[in-house]
DNA sequence: TAGTGGTCTAGACCACAAC
DNA sequence: TTGTGGTCTAGACCACTAA
């Protein structure tokens, strides 16, 4: 067993806390690394003199922050580092639309990672209040409605539903499963659409049980969500893209004048 | 007490589980609204007829969803509605520095809500690594450290950590606790460092228990982490700000072009 | 002072994983 | 079969809040 510190009688702070403290710091100092499994509850009681619901209590503690996970039977796990990408403003760049790459998978080339793209579901739906008012369409008013999971290196790590109103996608291949070489902001291009800039609106939020398992987070772990709008050159919106990303996969870079 | 089902021990669900389900259920259609005080535990406990821990644990589910909080003594209460505050990129214009107002405060401004800053603390000390890898310098190179806590409406929704390079900061009001009219940017410009670009870089992670303090966060509410890189027209990154913000207070808004 | 949540004990039985 | 974490019981004492 890793090296851990006793407990300290005279320390005002709680023993779950003092024993959270001490195998936070030992994961942090690395002694613990990525995959690595804590000590047993029943060999922490022991090592620390108290009853196995301490314990429990200071591993909750770690669950919460993200740092560990548990598995039934297994053991309580050091998190796995977290495969950082970092999504660049340039992700959208025109040019790699113009050489037929969408952008999840334009940056997953860059960062060196294998994409996938599954449960693509499209269809017509009556657009719903928060994209609506994004488009300037009324709520109600007819969309295309496209739902897919990008997946790095086979893990889930987002989920992504973009709203077309339904003007701007008749007769493109965005209605179809494939939309064929630059994704879906290639082929409103084409429509004679032009883009030419994008809104952001980022947030964090804990998951939904449904978030949660699509992105097989385990407890205690947040989400990004990531609320983008893309603009034509005439100032239309013409779609909303609505994410929900694993936060501990995602660092989002954004890169911006001072003007 | 408030209508709520018995436990079914039919469903193969566990009793906590039910439980914090049948709270949710209050919740969620109303019957307990944003500050309602949920049943004490001993009520749950008896209506339940299982033990306290039981209970505890039931309750504890909803803490980490960041659906009720606890206050010792008091009861456990549902969380308030969140007061969304967008950060709009245009937060750091030149114009708000030569009208004097730091980003907080115009940003403040504008979104009507009253800001505050506290718990500043001006120190030099050597650059940890990350901070130092952003400015281009050694790890453990002295750099000025400034430490403060910002507060929206006199609750407490950001925490920020500055440095600077010595040599970017000697002879000017950075070093002091009020850094005058337009914040340290401001001052950076006056000392030959006029700025040109921020790069930010934006995560999500649940809070340390420093944090969660600091900002009085129940358990199971994230923070949105940014980092934020100054340059100036030389190319040259002239200040790190490292911020900690409650999640729930804040959408991050950013507009860039297509290209 | 009474009621609330916070922490802790010392057991128990169960489900799951691995050998 | 052994060891792991998951759930639960029935108590205890403490710290904080409000009347």
């Not at 314990?55 to 796990?77: D, P, Y």
């Not at 883009?195 to 939904?208: I, K």
């Not at 947040?222 to 050159?233: I, S, W």
């Amino acid at each position: 067993m890793i090296q851990l510190d006793q407990l300290d009688r005279s320390d005002h702070r709680a023993p779950y806390v003092q024993i959270a403290a001490a195998l936070r710091e030992a994961i942090n100092a690395g002694r613990l690394g990525p995959g690595d499994r804590l000590p047993s509850e029943s060999e922490l009681t022991q090592h620390y003199g108290v009853a196995r619901m301490t314990v429990r209590q200071a591993i909750q503690e770690l669950k919460t922050e993200g740092l560990v996970m548990s598995e039934h039977g297994r053991g309580v796990f050091v998190r796995a580092a977290p495969v950082v990408r970092r999504l660049a403003s340039e992700r959208f760049a025109r040019q790699h639309r113009e050489r037929g790459k969408a952008a999840f998978l334009a940056e997953a080339e860059k960062a060196g990672y294998v994409a996938n793209v599954d449960s693509i579901h499209v269809r017509q739906a009556p657009a719903p209040a928060p994209p609506a008012e994004r488009l300037g369409i009324k709520a109600g008013d007819p969309v295309i409605v496209r739902e897919r999971r990008y997946l790095a290196n086979g893990e889930p790590v987002e989920l992504a539903t973009s709203y077309i109103p339904v003007d701007f996608a008749r007769g493109t291949a965005i209605t179809e499963n494939d939309t064929g070489p630059g994704g879906i902001y290639a082929r409103l291009e084409e429509a004679g659409h032009p883009l030419e800039r994008f809104v952001e609106e980022v947030a964090a939020r804990m998951p939904t049980p449904a978030e949660r398992r699509a992105l097989q987070l385990g407890p205690g772990v947040p989400v990004l969500t990531v609320v983008r709008t893309a603009f034509d050159t005439a100032g239309q919106a013409v779609e909303v893209c609505d994410t929900v990303k694993a936060a501990y996969a995602y660092v989002l870079e954004y890169d911006f004048p001072a003007r």
